[in-house]
């Protein structure tokens, strides 16, 4: 009998080992606790750790009290949700999208109305169409950079139009960013929270950036609002980890940020490179966008490709993959996501020979 | 003009920093990063870093998927909450209760029964008159040790007599323990969690142990009910804290924690020791027990005194307090909690000083 394949996941949206600055965070922490052991170690408010709050209201050109530092941004995104969404109420999001934030919202009763994604992100004119049909949205869910799963950004003119059309209609745009530091090719581009004059709440993390484990991502939005989600957060938790946020901010303010981000969007780009060159070689009849930055690639397949028995010829040889189905509002079975951001580009190769394998195989 | 007078906090309860171990805390992190950079930076799940679920497991006498671990014991009570008690479900409270506890349950629409508590503890034969009244409870909200915020802690016999009452009448005991460890006169009582089999949940924290600021909390019971709040957990906020939970597996694994207990006990008996001992000086016309453990004493002054006049001739006086109607579900406005967990023994001196003359200026 032969040897069981070793395993390679394609299906974890985190980051492997090897891109996190131990070292940086074992200093960081030593710094924190060194500096502001009171305001590590002693409880702190809802509104998180302050000198983090204040850099992170610096980077966004807002006032401190514009920011809410969480544990995590998922906790952001619950928090908001909570605040903002009730059941019945109306709830534009992206199709697909983030399976996690999919749920928390039907988990709340919202009534999602799904518009679909383009390589420039979500359509305008689906995104209108909903309104136009009579539904009034409390929210649009939107993820602009490297989209999870599609691997797509929202272009410059579709943040543009978007805004306008939530300040002509009185909706709330959730801009959901957690991988914006992480583009590695193109330029920047500006977020919709920028455009706007309180139509957009804009949610980002330092999972992508420091690291998952710590659990710190934040909230920026008007003083109104944000007040309204510390009230939530206090209720809730008193606070979130201060050892953590001062760990972060010693992080962020000690150099280590900078040096982080770029071995992590190196590394990146080597992945996503080695992954669209070995589908482009082994599996001509998939299409895929390249990544311009993030996580995530994701293929589209042959209409009429089963994609359960497609994951099921995948697990069959030791590869790991996420459904496409899994992120959708409604079935539609011929695409998968590919995670690169926890493999190596020889794992990243292989996992392609197994991917082209089982797809031969249906 | 006289200087104001610097204030002195008899309101929050907190730990000072002098009775956090922040060398043992920094070396603790230091171990942690070194030894598990992958479980401290890597996404956890939601039950909470692995070593340290094993240890409470350990030390609790349970299987380790009875355990999980959260952001600080408030975010577990606001899951175990979520999970067991809906709108319109009866919920037995102490009267004194922690006010954030009923907050939580408020917010939720329980109907909260309040049961008073005597010097050894709630009362059962209160608690038996609500349960023959017609009502149903899903749940009683039990602090026995060192209560927040009457300081007293429930006696042996009523542990043992209320595990029958849920066992009978079928309701579940939550047994809120954050303070357990701090008891620095009298013997340990045993827990209402060992003497149950499933009528009991158990909630206790390293906030007083280790420190607040790191917001690491448990909850042990069924494994059915756990599985449900890790479900719950993991659509609020993937996994808590693996940095904070590493670095207190690290810190109680390493010999810091009992080091750190016997600090923080000896410091609580001392300023708990001289605030009675002012007390019986300066205010021998007010009633209260002296505390065994823990971070409060309970003052009773004579029915009638107005708690609001008196909490404003304290303020005005540079001596922050807390109203005991914070913490009651009705009007009883005689009673003031002291925390002494926060303050050195000179505040404390001159903090009964300032507190007389409050009194007596009413």
Redesign the interface.
């Known amino acids: 009998m032969a040897a069981e394949p070793a395993p390679i996941s394609f299906a ?1 949206g ?2 492997s ?1 090897d891109i ?1 600055d ?1 070292e940086g ?2 200093s960081a ?2 710094r924190a ?2 500096d502001d ?8 408010t809802s509104v998180g750790y302050l000198p983090l709050r204040s850099w992170i209201a610096e980077r966004h050109g807002v006032a401190e009290n514009q920011v809410l530092v969480t ?2 941004s ?2 952001a995104d ?1 928090f908001l949700f909570s605040t903002l969404v009730g059941a019945g109420d109306a709830v534009i999001v992206e199709r697909p999208s983030y399976d ?1 934030t999919l ?2 919202l039907r ?1 709340l009763g919202a009534d999602l109305h799904a518009v679909d994604i383009e390589p420039d992100g979500v359509s305008v004119d689906g995104v209108r169409a909903v309104l136009d049909s009579g539904v009034t949205p409390t929210l649009a869910h939107l993820i602009p950079n490297f989209h999870n799963p599609a691997g797509y950004s929202l272009s410059a003119d579709k943040r543009t139009q978007l805004v306008a059309l939530a300040r002509e209609r009185g909706f709330t745009i959730f801009e959901d960013d957690p991988y914006v530091e992480l583009r590695f090719t193109g330029d920047r581009l500006p977020t919709m929270f920028e455009q706007s004059d309180g139509e957009v709440v804009y949610a980002s993390s330092f ?1 992508k950036t420091v ?5 710190v991502g934040y909230l920026v939005g008007s003083t109104e609002l944000i007040g309204k989600v510390a009230a939530l957060a206090t ?10 946020q ?2 972060v901010n010693a992080f962020v303010r000690g150099g280590s940020y900078e040096t982080s981000i770029e071995t992590v969007k190196a590394a990146l780009a080597e992945r996503a490179r080695v992954l669209s060159e070995g589908l482009r070689a082994e599996l001509p009849e998939v299409e895929f966008v390249d990544p311009e930055g993030g996580y995530f690639l994701w293929l589209t397949f042959p209409e009429g490709t089963d994609g359960d028995a497609l994951f099921d010829a995948c697990a069959q040889r030791g590869l790991a993959v996420v459904k496409g189905s899994d992120f959708l509002l409604d079935d539609a079975r011929h695409h998968l996501r590919l995670a690169y951001s926890g493999v190596t580009t020889s794992q990243i190769s292989e996992g392609v020979t197994r991917l082209a394998e089982a797809y031969r195989s249906l």
């Open positions: 974890r985190a980051p080992l996190i131990v965070l074992k922490a030593d606790f060194t052991p009171a305001g590590s170690f002693a409880y702190g544990n995590g998922m906790q619950a996690r749920g928390s988990s999972s690291c998952p484990g710590i659990r209720s809730t938790y008193i606070s979130p980890s201060m050892v953590s001062s760990i």
